[in-house]
């Protein structure tokens, strides 16, 4: 059973709280099952990664980390300001999701 999300793969978030509050990212990957995004440059962890084959390097790597996605917030390519989203049928059937500042659409 999966659960409705307010952000999707793709959508330009902001952080709200947390040690990266007002960075801004695209949304990388979404789990609704845990609630949770991936956000491009936001939680990133160091990672020491081991050589699992012949010829592959280890090291060092930086990687991003779910963040819970009441944390994040959607922002309008139109009004470039962090908005709540509403979700609405057109008169030709079609579900869109919009801006509650502008009424701007956003691209699915």
Do not use: W
Not at 60 to 79: D, F, G, L, R
Not at 80 to 88: P, V
Not at 96 to 101: A, D
């Amino acid at each position: 059973m999966s659960t409705k999300m307010h952000v999707k793969t793709g959508d330009k978030v902001v952080v709200l709280s947390g040690k990266d509050k007002g960075k801004k990212g695209k949304v990388l990957s979404v789990n609704p099952e845990k609630r949770t995004v991936i956000v491009e440059g936001v939680s990133v962890a160091t990672k020491h990664k081991k050589p699992r084959r012949m010829g592959e390097t280890g090291g060092i790597i930086n990687q991003e980390t779910p963040i819970y996605a009441s944390k994040v917030m959607n922002v309008c390519a139109k009004c470039k300001a962090a908005t709540r989203i509403g979700r609405k049928v057109l008169e030709d059937g079609t579900h869109v999701r919009y801006c509650k500042k502008c009424g701007e659409t956003f691209a699915d």
